[in-house]
T-cell receptor, first 112, second 113 residues
């Protein structure tokens, strides 16, 4: 299966701390994306990193990609209560159809 | 700037009934995706369209499920007959191109009694 696996499944931190979530996948990819889902809502795209990139930043988000280990990490710095959500990584296939395969998600709780 | 619009937001019906879920993608987006989300199986791709043509329907669980995209601004996902195990949240998403970030609607929460 192409599906990514996030680690940890759940994470609880205090406001102001950093949160790190990891994603591992199984086969070669063109790009990897991170999405956020608030309770009762659809997923929201956060950041896309291509297979030839190693690191990408967007505001308080930092994503790394290690294609040799087939893994990625999402770092949220200076977390806020509003960051409480589930976070998913999604991978495509290097060849063939370009549909995404989503991981199982990390549930992040930021305590005010 | 309207996002992806799904209707209804909630649907409760008895098993055996036909269920139709609707989606209006973002204008100008060429790819449309239908997903199903459950606690047990997570987020699963059911089918996706590119330029209104179904490209990959390998995720459609059974013949009871069908999807259409008659034009660039509308798609339906139909379940007939519905069963309790079809209960889930169904999401529609669209993107400018197949390999671009996807924009999700807020989903239809379906409960089959």
């Amino acid at each position: 299966s192409q599906q990514g696996e996030e680690d940890p499944q759940a994470l609880s931190i205090q406001e102001g701390e950093n949160a790190t979530m990891n994603c591992s996948y199984k086969t070669s990819i063109n790009n990897l994306q991170w999405y956020r889902q608030n309770s009762g809502r659809g997923l929201v795209h956060l950041i896309l990193i291509r297979s030839n990139e190693r690191e990408k930043h967007s505001g308080r988000l930092r994503v790394t990609l290690d294609t040799s280990k087939k893994s990625s990490s999402l770092l949220i710095t200076a977390s806020r209560a509003a960051d409480t959500a589930s976070y998913f990584c999604a991978t495509d296939k290097q060849t063939g159809a370009n549909n995404l395969f989503f991981g199982t998600g990390t549930r992040l709780t930021v305590i005010p | 700037d309207a996002g992806v619009i799904q209707s209804p937001r909630h649907e409760v019906t008895e098993m055996g009934q036909e269920v139709t879920l609707r989606c209006k993608p973002i204008s100008g987006h060429n790819s449309l995706f239908w997903y199903r989300q459950t606690m047990m199986r997570g987020l699963e791709l059911l089918i996706y369209f590119n330029n209104n043509v179904p490209i990959d329907d390998s995720g459609m669980p059974e013949d009871r499920f069908s999807a259409k995209m008659p034009n660039a601004s509308f798609s339906t996902l139909k379940i007939q007959p519905s069963e309790p195990r079809d209960s889930a949240v169904y999401f529609c998403a669209s993107s400018f191109a197949e390999d671009q970030p996807q924009h999700f609607g807020d989903g239809t929460r379906l409960s089959i009694l």
